[in-house]
């Protein structure tokens, strides 16, 4: 199991860190499976698995029911689970105890948070009490409806300007890494080279010190709208629709169940039966 302090010395050594999202127990096993270095259960899983339109119906609840199963499925990586939507912008003592509540239930090995802001004096109380905290600057999906939609942030001096402080913030708070999210690539470079903790880009250019993509995305599982910066890996959603397609004319035709799927009943036992 890798450690906040391997990802310190990944950066410095160079080495990418792999991150994906995963939501469940085979989506985990896969992950480990392929040497990911870390697993993000994150709150996508309301657009992705949950079918919603947002983040912004997410609860905890969900995401300790869906971190529980990552967990199990991935006991050697690092997982990190989301806060969703209104669980971290209350009293910051609420929110201490909805993030041990959260690592309690689920076994996770960090949490994180979008933003800086008011959310800085929240990365501070939850390392303070022990919790390895991820932030999440750039685009915040849990803010879209503020930040007027999904779109590439910091691309002015004055915004690029104000994302390096607050990754510096981030930092100084105690935060063991933060998410990039659609950002221009020369930003992330500046923030790489300013932070000490490692930079985690999606949509952020390959400066980063480790990229993160969302399962459903790179896979093409089932997601729709697959934004620009997803490079797909795998085409699962063709294998799963074209595998259904053929069960349901097998089973139509007849020729599903086969010979070999049949359990049959001795013949002295048919004899009896029939008397
Ligand atoms: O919820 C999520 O999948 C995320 C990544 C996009 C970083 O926060
Ligand atoms: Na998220």
Known sequence: MRTTTDFLKMKVAGEKIVMVTAYDYPAAKFAEAANVDMILVGDSLGMVVLGYDSTMPVTVA???????????????????????????????????????????????????????????????????????????????????GVIGGYKVQGKTAEQATQLIEDAKQCEKAGACAVVLECIPHQLTEMVSASLVIPTIGIGAGVEADGQVLVYHDMLSYGSHHVPKFVQQFADMGKEASEGLVRYVEAVKEGAFPAQKHFFTMKEDALDQLYG
């Open 62 to 144: 969900d995401m300790i029911h869906h971190a529980k199963a990552t967990r199990r499925g991935a006991k050697d990586t690092f997982v990190v689970v989301d806060m969703p939507f209104g669980s971290y912008h209350g009293d910051v003592n609420e929110t201490l105890k909805t993030a041990i509540y959260m690592m309690q239930e689920t076994g996770a090995d960090a949490l994180k948070v979008e933003g800086a802001g008011d959310v800085i004096p929240v990365i501070r109380k939850l390392t303070a009490a022990g919790i390895p905290v991820v932030a999440h600057l750039g685009l915040l999906p849990q803010s879209a």
